[in-house]
T-cell receptor
Framework: DTGVSQDPRHKITKRGQNVTFRCDPISEHNRLYWYRQTLGQGPEFLTYFQNEAQLEKSRLLSDRFSAERPKGSFSTLEIQRTEQGDSAMYLC?????????????FGPGTRLTVL | AQRVTQPEKLLSVFKGAPVELKCNYSYSGSPELFWYVQYSRQRLQLLLRHISRESIKGFTADLNKGETSFHLKKPFAQEEDSAMYYCALSRQGGSEKLVFGKGTKLTVNP
């Protein structure tokens, strides 16, 4: 296990197109998080899952965004009808949900450019 | 409201000099505070957290609840410390969302 992986690493799309990103967490981790990072900003929380249940969604997550974790393992983040403002780095992280070890491990990110 | 403020966007020091990266927070409750680091072309990784009270790579950070601060310090900076540093908080005891500051880019000059 080489850590959290994300695919693709880069995505260029035209405005109005749909895009889907994938995240594979560390295998024994039951929590999975999505963050978005724009230039000059820190990562901003989007949503997170415990196993297959989506427990929280940020108000940043418009109706065009949807995330799934169908079998409690990998997760997908879909953006419909992309806008130029969606251009950002999308980060995935995973963790164990226990009181003595809750470190979030981050993936390399998917950089989205919307033309 | 939960907020993390890192007042310095850029910080430049010479090798061997002390360095302090500032972090202030606002949170209603008991937060857990973290420092994350991102070296060039690498992913974001945890540097230290206030609960563990560890010193990692010579860095320390003390949680000051009165001043709501969690400044990161190192007595003698090294060139390999050059990186982006992010202060973050989450609810204490929970594996929940992290709230990040905007980050400070540290450059250690030879």
């Amino acid at each position: 296990d080489t850590g959290v992986s994300q695919d693709p690493r880069h995505k260029i799309t035209k405005r109005g197109q749909n895009v889907t990103f994938r995240c594979d967490p560390i295998s024994e981790h039951n929590r999975l998080y999505w963050y978005r990072q724009t230039l000059g900003q820190g990562p901003e929380f989007l949503t997170y899952f415990q196993n297959e249940a989506q427990l929280e969604k940020s108000r940043l997550l418009s109706d065009r965004f949807s995330a799934e974790r169908p079998k409690g393992s990998f997760s997908t983040l879909e953006i419909q009808r992309t806008e130029q403002g969606d251009s950002a780095m999308y980060l995935c992280a995973s963790s164990l949900a226990n009181e003595w070890d809750n470190e979030q491990f981050f993936g390399p990110g998917t950089r989205l450019t919307v033309l | 409201a939960q907020r993390v403020t890192q007042p310095e966007k850029l910080l430049s020091v010479f090798k061997g000099a002390p360095v302090e990266l500032k972090c202030n927070y606002s949170y209603s409750g008991s937060p857990e505070l973290f420092w994350y680091v991102q070296y060039s072309r690498q992913r974001l990784q945890l540097l230290l957290r206030h609960i563990s009270r560890e010193s990692i790579k010579g860095f320390t950070a003390d949680l000051n609840k009165g001043e709501t601060s969690f400044h990161l310090k190192k007595p003698f900076a090294q060139e390999e410390d050059s990186a982006m540093y992010y202060c973050a908080l989450s609810r204490q005891g929970g594996s929940e969302k992290l709230v990040f500051g905007k980050g400070t880019k540290l450059t250690v000059n030879p």
